[in-house]
Every structure is written in C-alpha cells, then in structure tokens.
C-alpha cells in the first residue's frame, strides 16, 4: 500500500528539482542550496512515509503547496535580451484584402553566427494567396520535426510563419527545460530563403514540403489566424511548453477552428509524423501514396543548391505535384 504514495512523492520531487533548476534565480550556489534542501525534505519525507509517521507527508504537502505558489508567480514577458533571430516578433494588419506585415524575418545566413540581420515591412493582396505549404525540419529522430506553414501568391510571393521558441541570447534550446516556463512563444514571418535556408544550409536539418488541399476561403482564414496569434503574443505573451503549446498544437488548433472537428491523434504531439495525419485527414494529395509524397517533397538538397535569389522558392518546389 505504500508504492502508490511513494510514487507520488518521488514524482513530485522530481518536478521540484526541474523547476527549481531551470527557473530559480541567482547564483549557481544558491540554486543547489535550494535543491539540495528540497531533495532532503524528500527524503527525510520518504523515511516518515515508510516508518508509519503521516505528520511527514502533510509537512511535504506544505511544502508543495509553497513551490506552487511560487511557481504561479513566474509570468511570462515580452522584454528579455532575446537571441538576434527572434529579437522582433511579427504584427499584421488586415485592410480589406491587403494584408501589412512588419517585422519579417529576412536574415541572410552564411554560418549560425555569421549572419546579416534584416526585419521588413512587406504587403500582400490576399485575392492573390493561391497556396498553402506544409513544410517539416528534421535534426534529430524522425518523430520530432518543427513545423513551418508557407503562403503562396500568384505574383511569386512567399511567406512563412513559424510558431518559435523565443531564447535569450546565448540560450540553447532543450526539450525538457519546454515544460518549465524556460522560454517564451513567438510567430514570426519570414522569407523562405531565410527560414528554410537557415535550417537545410546551416543548421543541418532536413526539410520535407507538403502541398496542402485547401479551399481559397480557408487560406485566407489560415493565413489571418497566423496574424492574430501573431497581434495576440503581442500583447499577451505566452510560455512555450513542448507537448501543450508549440508549432503543431497552434497550428491544430486553428486548423480546428477554420475546418471544425478534427480528430486527435498522437501525431500532433509527435510532430514528426504530423504530415502522415494531414494525409490520413485529406488535406494533402491522396492520388500518390504517403511515401512517394514525402520522397518528392524532400527539399533540403534542393534548398541546398538552390541560389539564394527570387528563384530560391522554385527551386526548391521543383518535382512537387502540384495539388489536384
């Protein structure tokens, strides 16, 4: 009877020690003083637990209960040192059929250090928006992938909104800290050839584009709920957290807004295999099968040799289907 409590109790430890590792302030010697005291409090917990003393365990709750009243505290912001790359985050207006984005990311990237910085103004006539890309970057296991939406307009216009990891400068991106409140949540526009150019080119990733079956009304719809997701973290800024609230769970979540029901699935949590549920629910191509879709959608060689000019988006769509 007592594995189950024992469980718990280790659990929330666990928790602790995460929390107070990636979001207690001060000094190194400080923090491991906290930890150190909170890992002894379990313990000595654990030792009551196991010897019949109950008075143990409420004392432990107390304790909880005071790291969450801490933990509630720590709000999100929009003023940090932030990293160069999402220094800026975008804001949109929608004037009729003209859409006004500022700050879009137009980086020219020669190494992840070595970069020429630019964040522009730039206007589209939304009666032009004739595509909607799905675009995934790979790095490390194929179950995980970061997820980019391209916007296409008939007078060779691209656009890319990314949902990204906002990092302070000098800050390294980990998945576990994305459960702890370590980063913020930006939407950021940017021109093909430099969010999916930085990835293939520099970082090392590996880039798949998915021509997506839309109706012109829900493109429209798509492409201006980016821009009030944008208009929104303005204002209200959020946490990233891996699994709850990053590229995929937004871009479901107005997907499901725009289209109604749609099912879950554990590959919107595995972004990875995100694509593989676009086809299962007829958003893309289903003339050809999966895997001959993803073969021809591979880009990052293309991107890869691809100038770095107005040609950029061609090329990399070269020997794509287009979608029927």
Not at 43 to 52: D, E, N, Q, R
Not at 167 to 181: C, P, T, V
């Amino acid at each position: 009877m007592l594995w189950l409590p024992t469980v718990v109790v280790l659990l929330v430890l666990a928790w602790g020690v995460a929390a107070l590792h990636y979001q207690l302030p001060g000094g190194a010697i400080g923090k491991a003083v906290t930890i150190t005291a909170w890992v002894f409090i379990g313990i000595v917990t654990l030792y009551l637990l196991w010897t019949h003393r109950p008075l143990g365990v409420a004392g432990f709750a107390m304790a909880f209960v005071l790291l969450l009243l801490w933990w509630q505290r720590i709000r999100p912001s929009n003023d940090r040192p932030w990293s160069d790359d999402v220094a800026c985050m975008t804001r949109g207006e929608i004037r009729g059929d003209e859409a006004v984005l500022h700050n879009v990311r137009n980086f020219e990237w020669r190494t992840r250090e070595d970069y020429t910085q630019r964040w522009e103004t730039r206007r589209y006539d939304l009666r032009r928006l004739g595509s909607v890309d799905l675009v995934t970057s790979y790095w490390t296991i194929p179950a995980i992938a970061h997820v980019l939406v391209s916007f296409g307009f008939d007078d060779g216009q691209y656009v890319v909104f990314s949902v990204e990891v906002r990092r302070r400068k000098h800050e390294s991106y980990s998945e576990l800290a994305g459960f702890f409140r370590k980063f913020e949540l930006s939407v950021i526009a940017a021109d093909e050839r430099d969010i999916i150019a930085v990835r293939t080119n520099v970082r090392g990733e590996d880039d798949y584009l998915y021509r997506v079956r839309m109706p012109p009304g829900a493109r429209r719809a798509l492409f201006e709920a980016y821009v009030s997701e944008a208009n929104s973290l303005l204002v209200r800024p959020r946490f990233y957290n891996t699994v709850t609230a990053n590229c995929t769970t937004l871009l479901y979540h107005m997907m499901r807004q725009i289209v109604g029901h749609l099912p879950l699935h554990y590959k919107l949590v595995l972004s990875g295999y995100l694509p593989e549920y676009v086809y299962q629910v007829g958003g893309l191509d289903t003339r050809l099968p999966f895997e001959e879709l993803r073969r021809l959608g591979r880009i990052t060689d293309r991107a890869r040799a691809a100038p770095a000019d107005r040609t950029f988006s061609a090329a990399i769509r070269t020997g794509i289907p287009p979608v029927a």
